[in-house]
C-alpha cells in the first residue's frame, strides 16, 4: 500500500490536518478508485488485465442500436469517443474484440482495430499487414493492446485479417458453426471461443474443436437476475438508497449454474477449454443514470466492473504484442476477478511435482509428490480497518480448490483462515481442478445504502483456470 506521509495518523479525523495527496493515501483503494495493472506477475511472466468480449462502433446494436448513420454511414463519433475514453480511464492492457458481424464484416483492417493516427496509436504489422494496434491515451502515461474478433456465430478473437475478400465470403465464415468453419477461423489466426455458453451444448462446446467458452457473461447474468435490476431502477428517484454508483452491479451478479454445470462436464470429459469472462459491453442496454451522473451501462463502469487477467511470458526486454497475448489465452493461463470488490494481489494457482512447477492450463501427472497450490490474494491497497471507523470490517476471504464432475464441480479443499498464505491439496486421482477465492465484503457495507446486506453475503472474487492432473 501506498505509504502515509502526514505523521500521527490514528484515525481518519486526523486527516484534516494533510494535505489532499496524503488523504488520497490514507483512503486507500475504494468504489471508484482506478489502480494501474501491477504487471507482476508469477514466475517472470506479466499479469495483463483487459477485456475478452466487448463490442464497438463495429456493431449494429451498440450505441443504442445506433452505430452509425445508415443513411451517410458516418460512425457514431461520440459513442466511439466514449469506447476510447473507458480504456483510458480504466486502464486495461487488452481488449479483444468482439463485434458483430454486422457491421464488423463491412469494414477492413486497421478500421475495425480502431486505429486512430491522430492518437498515436502504433499499429502490430507482419507481413505487412495491420494486425493488432497499441492504442494511446493522452498524455501518452497508457495504451491499450486492441485485436479484433467477431461475435456472430462462434466468437473468434484475436483474427490477424477478414477470414474471406468478399462481404459473402466473411459472412458465410462467421455463420459457421461446423469443425470447418472453426479451422478456417484459426487459420486467420484467432483462438476460437463463444459466448453465451447458455446457448451451446456440451455436445457442440466439445466436439468443434473451440479453444474455449465463457465461465460469466454479464448479459446472461443481468437477464438471470432481472428482479434486481427492477429494483434498482425503482429506487434511481431516490439516491440516498442506492449503493455507491460503481457498485450498482453488486446486488445484481450471480453465479449462472447453467455457465458451471457445462464448465465442469466439459472438463470431466477430458475437455481442456480455456474459459473466460465476458463483460459483453455494448452501450445499448441501461441508458437511465446513477447519481454520478453516469449511465448505468456505461463503457466506463461496464470495463471496470471485473476483468480476465492472461498470466503472458513476454519477451526479454518485457514487451508484448497480441502474440503473446493469444499464446496465454490458448494456454489457458487465465483467470478472471471481479474488480468491484477490490483489485486482487498476490492470487496464484499452480502445480507443483519436486522441482517442477506448471501453470494454469497445463499438464502434471499424479505422483507421491504431486500437490496443488492456491495463494491466497488480498485486497490492493485496501485501507487496514484499524485505520478507519470502529464499524468498517475487513472483507472475509474463503479459498477453495475444486474438481470437475459431471454437471459441474466438487470441493476437494478450502480456508478461510487469515493466516492461511496458501491452500495445498495433494490429489488423490486424475481429474481437471480449479481454483477459486470467495468473498463476504464487509469493507464494502458503508458503501451500500439500502444494500448493507450484501456485505455478508457470499459473492465469487476470482475463478481460475483448470491445472489437468492424469496418470
Given at each position: 500500500m501506498r505509504q502515509l506521509t502526514c505523521l500521527g495518523i490514528a484515525s481518519l479525523v486526523a486527516l484534516s490536518a494533510c494535505g489532499p495527496e496524503t488523504v488520497e493515501a490514507a483512503l486507500g483503494w475504494r468504489p471508484g478508485i482506478v489502480l494501474p495493472s501491477d504487471h507482476e506477475g508469477p514466475r517472470g511472466m506479466l499479469d495483463l488485465r483487459g477485456l475478452v468480449h466487448a463490442h464497438s462502433v463495429y456493431s449494429h446494436d451498440a450505441c443504442d442500436n445506433a452505430p452509425r448513420n445508415e443513411a451517410t454511414l458516418a460512425l457514431n463519433v461520440p459513442c466511439l469517443e466514449d469506447f476510447r475514453r473507458a480504456l483510458c480511464t480504466v486502464g486495461h492492457d487488452f481488449v479483444f474484440l468482439t463485434d458483430h458481424g454486422a457491421h464488423f464484416a463491412e469494414y477492413e483492417f486497421p478500421d475495425v482495430?480502431?486505429?486512430?493516427?491522430?492518437?498515436?496509436?502504433?499499429?502490430?504489422?507482419?507481413?505487412?499487414?495491420?494486425?493488432?494496434?497499441?492504442?494511446?491515451?493522452?498524455?501518452?502515461?497508457?495504451?491499450?493492446?486492441?485485436?479484433?474478433?467477431?461475435?456472430?456465430?462462434?466468437?473468434?478473437?484475436?483474427?490477424?485479417?477478414?477470414?474471406?475478400?468478399?462481404?459473402?465470403?466473411?459472412?458465410?465464415?462467421?455463420?459457421?458453426?461446423?469443425?470447418?468453419?472453426?479451422?478456417?477461423?484459426?487459420?486467420?489466426?484467432?483462438?476460437?471461443?463463444?459466448?453465451?455458453?447458455?446457448?451451446?451444448?456440451?455436445?457442440?462446446?466439445?466436439?468443434?474443436?473451440?479453444?474455449?467458452?465463457?465461465?460469466?457473461?454479464?448479459?446472461?447474468?443481468?437477464?438471470?437476475?432481472?428482479?434486481?435490476?427492477?429494483?434498482?431502477?425503482?429506487?434511481?428517484?431516490?439516491?440516498?438508497?442506492?449503493?455507491?454508483?460503481?457498485?450498482?452491479?453488486?446486488?445484481?451478479?450471480n453465479e449462472d449454474p447453467r455457465y458451471l454445470e457445462k464448465w465442469g462436464t466439459v472438463l470431466a470429459r477430458g475437455g481442456r477449454p480455456v474459459t473466460t469472462m465476458g463483460t459483453d459491453c455494448h452501450q445499448n442496454t441501461l441508458p437511465q443514470l446513477l447519481p454520478d451522473g453516469e449511465r448505468i451501462d456505461s463503457y466506463r463502469r461496464m470495463m471496470g466492473w471485473f476483468s480476465n487477467h492472461l498470466l503472458v511470458t513476454p519477451e526479454a526486454d518485457g514487451s508484448f504484442d497480441d502474440r503473446h497475448l493469444k499464446q496465454a489465452l490458448g494456454e489457458a493461463r487465465l483467470y478472471g476477478a471481479f474488480e468491484m470488490l477490490g483489485y486482487p494481489e498476490g492470487f496464484d494457482f499452480y502445480a507443483s511435482s519436486g522441482s517442477d512447477v506448471r501453470d494454469m492450463g497445463s499438464e502434471v501427472t499424479l505422483a507421491a509428490d504431486t500437490a496443488l497450490v492456491v495463494k491466497r490474494p488480498r485486497i490492493r491497497e485496501l485501507l487496514d480497518p484499524s485505520l478507519q471507523a470502529p464499524s468498517v470490517q475487513a472483507p472475509e476471504l474463503t479459498v477453495r480448490l475444486l474438481v470437475a464432475v459431471e454437471g459441474g464441480f466438487e470441493v476437494v479443499a478450502e480456508s478461510s483462515e487469515e493466516s492461511v498464505s496458501e491452500l495445498t491439496y495433494a490429489p488423490t486421482a486424475p481429474g481437471a481442478y480449479r481454483a477459486e477465492v470467495r468473498m463476504r465484503p464487509r469493507h464494502l457495507r458503508g458503501e451500500l445504502a439500502t444494500f448493507a446486506g450484501l456485505a455478508d453475503e457470499d459473492f465469487v472474487w476470482i475463478y481460475s483456470n483448470a491445472i489437468h492432473v492424469v496418470m
Amino acid at each position: 500500500m501506498r505509504q502515509l506521509t502526514c505523521l500521527g495518523i490514528a484515525s481518519l479525523v486526523a486527516l484534516s490536518a494533510c494535505g489532499p495527496e496524503t488523504v488520497e493515501a490514507a483512503l486507500g483503494w475504494r468504489p471508484g478508485i482506478v489502480l494501474p495493472s501491477d504487471h507482476e506477475g508469477p514466475r517472470g511472466m506479466l499479469d495483463l488485465r483487459g477485456l475478452v468480449h466487448a463490442h464497438s462502433v463495429y456493431s449494429h446494436d451498440a450505441c443504442d442500436n445506433a452505430p452509425r448513420n445508415e443513411a451517410t454511414l458516418a460512425l457514431n463519433v461520440p459513442c466511439l469517443e466514449d469506447f476510447r475514453r473507458a480504456l483510458c480511464t480504466v486502464g486495461h492492457d487488452f481488449v479483444f474484440l468482439t463485434d458483430h458481424g454486422a457491421h464488423f464484416a463491412e469494414y477492413e483492417f486497421p478500421d475495425v482495430l480502431l486505429y486512430d493516427e491522430a492518437r498515436k496509436d502504433e499499429l502490430v504489422v507482419r507481413s505487412g499487414e495491420p494486425v493488432a494496434n497499441f492504442a494511446g491515451c493522452a498524455g501518452g502515461a497508457h495504451r491499450t493492446l486492441i485485436l479484433a474478433g467477431t461475435e456472430t456465430e462462434t466468437m473468434p478473437v484475436g483474427l490477424e485479417g477478414h477470414v474471406g475478400a468478399t462481404l459473402e465470403e466473411r459472412e458465410a465464415a462467421y455463420s459457421g458453426r461446423t469443425k470447418e468453419a472453426v479451422q478456417k477461423l484459426k487459420a486467420r489466426g484467432a483462438i476460437t471461443l463463444v459466448a453465451h455458453t447458455e446457448e451451446w451444448s456440451v455436445d457442440e462446446l466439445t466436439g468443434l474443436g473451440l479453444d474455449g467458452f465463457e465461465m460469466f457473461n454479464l448479459h446472461a447474468n443481468t437477464i438471470l437476475g432481472a428482479g434486481a435490476v427492477l429494483s434498482l431502477l425503482g429506487k434511481l428517484s431516490y439516491p440516498d438508497l442506492l449503493p455507491h454508483p460503481d457498485l450498482a452491479f453488486l446486488p445484481i451478479v450471480n453465479e449462472d449454474p447453467r455457465y458451471l454445470e457445462k464448465w465442469g462436464t466439459v472438463l470431466a470429459r477430458g475437455g481442456r477449454p480455456v474459459t473466460t469472462m465476458g463483460t459483453d459491453c455494448h452501450q445499448n442496454t441501461l441508458p437511465q443514470l446513477l447519481p454520478d451522473g453516469e449511465r448505468i451501462d456505461s463503457y466506463r463502469r461496464m470495463m471496470g466492473w471485473f476483468s480476465n487477467h492472461l498470466l503472458v511470458t513476454p519477451e526479454a526486454d518485457g514487451s508484448f504484442d497480441d502474440r503473446h497475448l493469444k499464446q496465454a489465452l490458448g494456454e489457458a493461463r487465465l483467470y478472471g476477478a471481479f474488480e468491484m470488490l477490490g483489485y486482487p494481489e498476490g492470487f496464484d494457482f499452480y502445480a507443483s511435482s519436486g522441482s517442477d512447477v506448471r501453470d494454469m492450463g497445463s499438464e502434471v501427472t499424479l505422483a507421491a509428490d504431486t500437490a496443488l497450490v492456491v495463494k491466497r490474494p488480498r485486497i490492493r491497497e485496501l485501507l487496514d480497518p484499524s485505520l478507519q471507523a470502529p464499524s468498517v470490517q475487513a472483507p472475509e476471504l474463503t479459498v477453495r480448490l475444486l474438481v470437475a464432475v459431471e454437471g459441474g464441480f466438487e470441493v476437494v479443499a478450502e480456508s478461510s483462515e487469515e493466516s492461511v498464505s496458501e491452500l495445498t491439496y495433494a490429489p488423490t486421482a486424475p481429474g481437471a481442478y480449479r481454483a477459486e477465492v470467495r468473498m463476504r465484503p464487509r469493507h464494502l457495507r458503508g458503501e451500500l445504502a439500502t444494500f448493507a446486506g450484501l456485505a455478508d453475503e457470499d459473492f465469487v472474487w476470482i475463478y481460475s483456470n483448470a491445472i489437468h492432473v492424469v496418470m
